[in-house]
């Protein structure tokens, strides 16, 4: 299977996302975020980069298979906000 540095699969080794179930994509894109600040403060810089070009492609790819999913609440949306605030 795929290559590991830092706890992070290797995207040149690894399986692509579109190869990926539903289910480990969902976890895979879950766990990157959850390791996202860790990463950004105390990772490398080859590892930062490699975590953000794992995470952009596995990203891509669960909006292309849930686009649903993605959908802004519109309380975080600048209309929605103003909303909200009575302007």
Do not use: K
Not at 27 to 50: I, K, P
Not at 69 to 80: K, N, Y
């Amino acid at each position: 299977m795929g290559g590991y540095r830092s706890g992070m699969p290797d995207s040149a080794a690894g399986l692509p996302p579109s190869q990926l179930s539903d289910e480990t994509l969902v976890r895979d894109v879950e766990h990157l975020h959850e390791t996202r600040h860790e990463t950004f403060l105390h990772g490398t810089h080859d590892a930062f980069t490699h975590h953000t070009t794992r995470m952009l492609e596995l990203e891509q790819e669960f909006l292309r298979r849930f686009p649903e999913r993605v959908l802004p609440e519109p309380l975080r949306t600048r209309a929605g906000s103003r909303r909200a605030a009575g302007q």
